[in-house]
């Protein structure tokens, strides 16, 4: 499953959701903005959760669904790459996500010690599987494991949850909006529509707030530019899957825009005004 635009969506929206999967308060979210950082020598962190006070710790974020054996030298390059080019006395803490432990190198001796420290935390998503009542993100994230099988049932007992706990609401759209996201990763074969039809998400998107939450959307995008802003944010996800060999064709399915606005926001320099 390609899974790193996801995961910058999910974390960006939902960032609670980081929080309790590292076994967190949630409510360290809103002390923290989330963003995907590039450090020296071209390495770009999956996703860097930044503090607002200095006494709390950076949370750098990488995320695998396949094995790599370099995984945790790159992971710790970049940790230290990030440290020396800005605080090297800022606490840390970096986050390994991987679908299960087989995606996890097995040449891990060198780096035990920082492993088995409290500096590092090492999820596995497949171990969500064996839980029940998972607050929302993580019951979304549970998707992404879940055996193929089982997740027409997962989707429903969410959407299902998702009319009796938060209604026509804001936090609805978003949950739909990601879990639509995830399952077009999860069945790559499947179009858009197609995945919508088939785990009935079409009549929600039709409901008002979901409407107001695209606009909203939109109207951020526009006003806030840069970093912050939907077109930045877009570029940067079409830059990573474009340096991961995918083509555009299959960049705009994900992301659900024109091959042609692909093409445009590959060009575009890192903070440029261009409307999305």
């Given at each position: 499953?390609?899974?790193?635009?996801?995961?910058?969506?999910?974390?960006?929206?939902?960032?609670?959701?980081?929080?309790?999967?590292?076994?967190?308060?949630?409510?360290?979210?809103?002390?923290?903005?989330?963003?995907?950082?590039?450090?020296?020598?071209?390495?770009r962190?999956d996703?860097?959760?930044?503090?607002?006070?200095?006494?709390?710790?950076?949370?750098?974020?990488?995320?695998?669904?396949?094995?790599?054996?370099?995984?945790?030298?790159?992971?710790?390059?970049?940790?230290?790459?990030?440290?020396?080019?800005?605080?090297?006395?800022?606490?840390?803490?970096?986050?390994?996500?991987?679908?299960?432990?087989?995606?996890?190198?097995?040449?891990?001796?060198?780096?035990?010690?920082l492993?088995?420290?409290?500096?590092?935390?090492?999820?596995?998503?497949?171990?969500?599987?064996?839980?029940?009542?998972?607050?929302?993100?993580?019951?979304?994230?549970?998707?992404?494991?879940?055996?193929?099988?089982?997740?027409?049932?997962?989707?429903?007992?969410l959407?299902?949850?998702?009319?009796?706990?938060?209604?026509?609401?804001?936090?609805?759209?978003?949950?739909?909006?990601?879990?639509?996201?995830?399952?077009?990763?999860?069945?790559?074969?499947?179009?858009?529509?197609?995945?919508?039809?088939?785990?009935?998400?079409?009549?929600?998107?039709?409901?008002?707030?979901?409407?107001?939450?695209?606009?909203?959307?939109?109207?951020?995008?526009?006003?806030?530019?840069?970093?912050?802003?939907?077109?930045?944010?877009?570029?940067?996800?079409?830059a990573?899957?474009?340096?991961k060999?995918?083509t555009?064709a299959?960049?705009?399915?994900?992301?659900?825009?024109?091959?042609?606005?692909?093409?445009?926001?590959?060009?575009?320099?890192?903070?440029?005004?261009?409307?999305?």
């Amino acid at each position: 499953m390609e899974s790193d635009s996801f995961f910058f969506q999910m974390f960006k929206q939902l960032p609670l959701t980081f929080f309790e999967l590292v076994g967190a308060s949630a409510e360290r979210a809103s002390a923290y903005r989330f963003d995907s950082v590039e450090v020296k020598k071209s390495l770009r962190i999956d996703g860097l959760f930044l503090p607002d006070e200095p006494t709390l710790p950076l949370y750098f974020v990488e995320v695998q669904f396949q094995r790599v054996e370099t995984f945790y030298a790159n992971m710790f390059a970049k940790v230290f790459c990030y440290l020396e080019e800005n605080d090297p006395a800022q606490e840390w803490i970096a986050v390994a996500i991987f679908a299960n432990r087989k995606m996890e190198p097995k040449a891990i001796g060198p780096y035990a010690d920082l492993l088995n420290g409290s500096r590092v935390k090492r999820i596995y998503l497949d171990d969500l599987n064996r839980k029940a009542n998972l607050p929302l993100g993580l019951g979304i994230l549970q998707l992404a494991t879940a055996p193929e099988d089982e997740i027409k049932r997962l989707v429903d007992r969410l959407i299902a949850r998702l009319r009796v706990e938060y209604g026509d609401s804001k936090a609805t759209a978003t949950a739909i909006k990601l879990t639509e996201e995830l399952l077009i990763r999860k069945f790559p074969k499947m179009g858009r529509e197609e995945i919508r039809k088939m785990f009935q998400l079409a009549d929600i998107r039709k409901t008002r707030v979901w409407q107001e939450a695209l606009e909203e959307g939109e109207a951020r995008g526009k006003a806030e530019g840069k970093a912050e802003g939907k077109a930045e944010t877009m570029r940067e996800i079409v830059a990573r899957l474009l340096t991961k060999g995918m083509t555009d064709a299959k960049i705009a399915d994900l992301v659900g825009i024109t091959v042609q606005e692909v093409r445009r926001l590959a060009k575009a320099k890192p903070g440029s005004s261009e409307k999305a």
